[in-house]
């Protein structure tokens, strides 16, 4: 299909700062440990899990549409099948996070709920528009992909905040002194 010819280049960027930016987050994950927080496996789960798969989506998604020999068709299929995959999680994330047990701030259910089922949303609506009208699909497509990516770089970027600002928790064990 053309029109993803003429999008490969904007595929190949995206996907190339994902990976970037899910290896970054395992320097967080390194530098969380370094600090032993407390509450890490309960945060890890609602906010290092969901920033992660966002990026996954874009460098997956990026993958599927570069396939060569794509019919409208395939891509719509694919497309289709990431945004359905996304609204499924991030409408968990969103269902559970309703209660407020899971999120400490109203803040981050809009940026880890809200906000991703909107840009999965896009990309659902995208792949539909894909089949009639090739370049607006692929534009919402884009719109969904870039949303993802700036909303990990702005959870990233929160992470970062937090695991940096936390003192370091002490051991209960004292060094031996003579």
């Excluded at 994950?29 to 370094?34: K, Q, V, W």
């Excluded at 991703?116 to 699909?137: D, K, S």
């Amino acid at each position: 299909m053309n029109e993803l010819e003429r999008w490969a280049s904007f595929y190949l960027l995206t996907s190339a700062a994902a990976a970037t930016l899910i290896g970054l987050l395992f320097v967080i994950i390194t530098l969380g440990a370094e600090r032993r927080v407390e509450d890490a496996p309960a945060k890890i789960h609602n906010y290092l899990t969901p920033t992660v798969f966002y990026f996954a989506s874009i460098l997956f998604l990026a993958a599927l549409l570069t396939f060569p020999n794509h019919t409208r068709l395939t891509a719509a299929l694919c497309i289709c099948l990431a945004g359905v995959v996304g609204l499924v999680y991030s409408g968990t994330s969103l269902i559970e996070g309703g209660d407020r047990k899971s999120f400490e701030e109203r803040q981050d259910l809009i940026s880890y709920a809200i906000v991703p089922f909107v840009a999965y949303g896009l990309l659902v609506v995208g792949a539909i528009l894909l089949l009639h009208h090739p370049q607006r699909g692929l534009t919402f497509v884009a719109v969904g992909m870039l949303t993802l990516l700036t909303l990990g770089i702005r959870n990233s970027w929160a992470i970062v905040i937090e695991v940096s600002t936390r003192p370091r928790r002490q051991d209960s064990k004292q060094p031996i002194t003579r």
